[in-house]
């Protein structure tokens, strides 16, 4: 017996990004087909190709350290759609604010934000009907965090998106460190 679609109540697709080949994920929630970009570092016309082909109208743009091929053109693309930016932690501010310089360096568009909502541990993100538990793991960068759904099926970090258990009607993961 196969699942109807409004049973996997969250999907994700993997599109790697920038010539660090990061891994951005979009992530969405099947029941209103509202999504976010988690860390868009680069690549946005990739990017929004993908959403559009997925059918998946973003809703924000979602970053979990300020590392440039995580979010070197996360500004521009919360500009060019007209969305908010949530994460990193704030003490990944000094990366931020290097974007700029540090993409000349990568070959990546970087250019500062300032993110419509700094996250720190405890905080809760939601995405259409779904709602994600925010965890600051400073390690990697000073702020870096992730979010797990409430059954702690999937998480995502600052190195990966992956899935601790089965969750049926989902694009292949990947990890990577970056
Ligand atoms: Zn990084």
């Not at 992530?27 to 868009?40: H, L």
């Not at 690549?43 to 979990?64: C, F, H, R, S, Y």
Request: charged residues 20%.
């Amino acid at each position: 017996m196969s699942e109807a679609p409004s049973s996997q109540p969250l999907r994700a697709a993997i599109i790697p990004v920038t010539p660090l080949q990061q891994n951005c994920s979009l992530i969405w929630c099947t029941r209103t087909m509202r999504g976010a970009f988690v860390d868009p570092g680069g690549d946005l016309p990739k990017l929004k190709a993908a959403a559009e082909q997925m059918g998946v109208t973003i809703e924000k743009i979602l970053v979990t350290h300020g590392h440039i091929d995580h979010c070197g053109s996360a500004g521009i693309l919360a500009e060019e759609l007209g969305v908010p930016i949530e994460g990193p932690h704030e003490e990944d501010l000094f990366w931020i604010a290097r974007l700029h310089e540090d993409g000349q360096k990568y070959g990546v568009p970087g250019r500062p934000f300032t993110p419509d909502r700094w996250l720190e541990d405890g905080d809760q993100v939601t995405l259409g009907e779904l709602t994600f538990d925010v965890r600051h793991c400073p390690g990697h960068t000073p702020a870096m965090s992730f979010s797990t759904t409430p059954n702690r099926s999937w998480r995502w970090s600052a190195t990966s998106c992956s899935r601790a258990r089965s969750a049926a009607g989902t694009s292949p993961a990947a990890t990577r460190s970056s």
